[in-house]
């Protein structure tokens, strides 16, 4: 079984920063891609960003062009989510997931692996 646990969410004001993090139980973390979801109340869940098993290949929802930023340090078994230029419209929950693929799908069905989130509010 694999944990996913988030952190680093919180409240912060339109045009702030926060960094995401979600570490990994996964021993072969670095064998598989790892994404960001988010969810805001009332709406279904939502592709944000995706990272390749290796980390050379990214992908994005175009509502966080350019504004997000997704890494993965495979050494500690972590991905971040890098959020500036936050607006009010990205106050949602974030979830991380993770599933058996080397490459990123932007499909909730594609994961079966998720952390419990971290809620993200931006005030304006």
């Known amino acids: 079984q694999v944990q996913l646990v988030e952190s680093g969410g919180g409240l912060v004001q339109a045009g702030g920063s926060l960094r995401l993090s979600c570490a990994s139980s996964r021993r072969t973390f670095s064998g598989y891609a790892m994404v960001w979801f988010r969810q805001a109340p009332g709406k279904e869940r939502e592709f944000v960003a995706g990272i390749n098993f290796s980390g050379t290949d990214t992908v994005y929802a175009d509502s966080v062009k350019p504004r997000f930023t997704i890494s993965r340090d495979n050494a500690k078994n972590t991905v971040y989510l890098q959020m500036n230029s936050l607006k009010p419209e990205d106050t949602a929950v974030y979830y991380c997931?993770?599933?058996?693929?080397?490459?990123?799908?932007?499909?909730?069905?594609?994961?079966?692996?998720w952390g419990r989130g971290t809620q993200v509010t931006v005030s304006s």
């Open positions: 997931a993770t599933d058996h693929s080397i490459l990123v799908h932007t499909t909730t069905q594609s994961y079966h692996y």
